[in-house]
């Protein structure tokens, strides 16, 4: 199939800059903080941020026990992840903007997490929209996996693979340099 994939995802731009500025400001870092949540409050309030996109956009969506969330489309019995991750690093010194502003200038949107991950983790949200509303026949249903402890140590997979958690049959990270990075060798580490 020979598709203008720019022309897809071309009408999505302003929406996914508006989602993904209100993501940044949620300053989704770990914290222990007594709020009866895996990762801290900040990290959960953008969970449900996520959730409740994902769901306004027609996606089936899901959580296990708040560690990890996620959304999905397709049928069929085999999945493939998609997995990002929305939990930050602290702010740290030095920035020229508010690290959790999700400031747009020259077409560039600032903040923690704009690379790392939630910006390209929205990206997947926003081109699964455009595949869902394009109509375009899938073979395997597609994961995103909003993964919350990436930054501190990925207990948020391990928990999910130990509870139950769906194994894609193939996967991909959004969380990389482009244009692509190919890993055909590598470690496979099992948690459940």
Request: glycine share 14%; charged share 20%; net charge negative.
């Amino acid at each position: 199939m020979n598709m203008d994939w720019r022309a897809l995802l071309s009408p999505y731009q302003g929406r996914l800059f508006h989602s993904l500025r209100s993501c940044i400001r949620i300053p989704s870092v770990y914290a222990d903080d007594g709020s009866g949540h895996p990762y801290g409050q900040p990290v959960h309030d953008c969970l449900q941020y996520m959730l409740k996109l994902s769901s306004d956009m027609g996606f089936a969506t899901g959580s296990c026990d708040g560690h990890v969330g996620w959304c999905e489309h397709g049928e069929g019995e085999e999945m493939v992840a998609v997995l990002g991750h929305l939990d930050v690093v602290p702010a740290g010194e030095g920035w020229s903007v508010d690290p959790f502003g999700g400031d747009l200038k020259d077409g560039r949107v600032y903040g923690r997490g704009s690379m790392d991950d939630k910006g390209p983790t929205m990206a997947a949200l926003y081109a699964l929209l455009a595949l869902k509303e394009a109509g375009l026949p899938l073979k395997r249903r597609i994961r995103i996996l909003y993964g919350l402890n990436e930054e501190t140590g990925s207990a948020d997979m391990k928990y999910y693979l130990k509870h139950g958690g769906e194994v894609p049959v193939m996967g991909i990270t959004p969380d990389g340099e482009y244009p692509v990075i190919n890993g055909e060798k590598g470690l496979v580490t099992e948690y459940y």
